[in-house]
């Protein structure tokens, strides 16, 4: 099995920053693109950001310069780092990993709990 861990989420005014962390662990053989989506009540789960094995990021309209995704594959970790927080940006926050749990099998999509951020005014 695969788990991924997230932690970082807490409360912040606007203005402020948060870096949210993922850290995925268990059978993983390979870990391809990993990323962070969010959902906020009511409204459907969006990508936030993405980032794949070589380092080659995408970002939502959302993000804005404002998020940045990085990751380090030794720890099989991705991080989001989040300034200029809006009230906007309250959601939950997931992770998500491409991982291949033996050699020649099929990569799955695994996603973690999610962590809730919360910025208010």
């Known amino acids: 099995q695969v788990q991924l861990v997230e932690s970082g989420g807490g409360l912040v005014q606007a203005g402020g920053s948060l870096r949210l962390s993922c850290a995925a662990s268990?059978?993983?053989?390979?870990?391809?693109?990993m990323g962070w989506s969010r959902q906020a009540p009511g409204k459907q789960r969006e990508l936030v950001a993405s980032?794949?094995?070589?380092?080659?990021?995408k970002y939502a309209d959302s993000s804005n310069g404002r998020f940045t995704i990085s990751r380090d594959n030794a720890k099989n970790t991705v991080y989001l780092q989040m300034n200029s927080l809006k009230p906007e940006d309250t959601a939950v926050y997931y992770c998500n990993a491409e991982v291949k749990i033996v050699r020649g099998g099929r990569w799955a999509d695994y996603w973690g709990q999610g962590t809730q951020v919360t910025v208010s005014l």
């Open positions: 268990g059978s993983i053989f390979s870990l391809n693109a």
């Open positions: 980032i794949t094995s070589a380092g080659s990021v």
